[in-house]
């Protein structure tokens, strides 16, 4: 019943999601319109980090709105039984390449025995990149990047873990909600659609934090069911 409720719940969210919306796209639109009109006046290296801004603000109006149609559709999707590794393996240059850049390294993990899931590899992927790239934003340079895959008897586990800020607490049971972000350029619906990803494959997230040492997102997806006499 509890599961019913918060599915109702979401599902209502995702209609005040529409008004949010409007919102959250019209904040980057209004700073792309000042740094437009003071453009002129100013000195060609200022217009070199205004350029810059601009195109900062217009990537995370269009990153709000695919984000959030990805949520808002929740459309069926279609899945085939895949390889986990496989997946992380062929991600795994995109993550470095953005790891490098903030100084971080990957550490990547796999069990070679994980049995194959049925998954829609396209949403699978978003998973993987948002979670890392979350566990990114949370380190400074040094810090260290886990992908894991575990085969565990009903599960295929994977873990994404940082050595970064840790979550308090209190912003633990607001992590999945639209547009919660802590940070000044968040859009704050990677988390949300991270859960609606996990929930379309029959799997659980859960998270383990603590403040100053890092967090691990823990995703488990139910092997497909063995009929049981
Ligand atoms: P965004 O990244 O745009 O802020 P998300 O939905 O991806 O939105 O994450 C929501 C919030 O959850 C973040 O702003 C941050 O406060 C917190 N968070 C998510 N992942 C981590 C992490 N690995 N370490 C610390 N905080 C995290
Ligand atoms: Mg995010």
Not at 37 to 54: A, C, G, M
Not at 162 to 187: C, V
Request: net charge negative; proline share 3%.
């Amino acid at each position: 019943l509890k599961d019913e409720v918060d599915r109702m719940e979401r599902l209502s969210l995702v209609g005040q999601m529409a008004a949010s919306i409007t919102h959250e796209i019209r904040n980057p639109m209004a700073v792309i319109r000042g740094f437009i009109q003071l453009l002129n006046e100013r000195s060609p290296s200022e217009q070199q980090s205004y350029f810059r801004i601009v195109l900062d603000e217009l990537d995370r109006a269009n990153s709000i709105i695919n984000d959030f149609l990805s949520l808002a559709q929740n459309r069926i999707v279609e899945k085939e039984p895949s390889d986990l590794n496989r997946l992380l393996n062929d991600l795994l240059p995109l993550i470095w390449a953005d790891a490098n850049m903030r100084g971080q390294i990957v550490d990547l993990r796999l069990d070679e025995s994980v049995d194959l899931i049925p998954m829609n590899s396209k949403e699978m992927k978003q998973l993987v990149l948002n979670l890392s790239r979350n566990g990114m934003e949370a380190m400074k340079d040094k810090g260290v990047l886990r992908l894991e895959t575990f085969n565990l008897q009903d599960a295929v586990q994977l873990r994404v873990s940082d050595t970064g800020t840790g979550i308090p607490q209190e912003k633990l049971e607001r992590l999945f909600e639209p547009f919660f972000t802590t940070k000044t350029n968040g859009t704050g619906l990677g988390l949300a659609l991270c859960l609606s990803i996990v929930e379309r494959h029959n799997g659980k997230i859960q998270v383990e934090s603590t403040v100053g040492k890092g967090t691990t997102f823990i995703v488990s997806f139910d092997k497909p069911g063995l009929t049981t006499v």
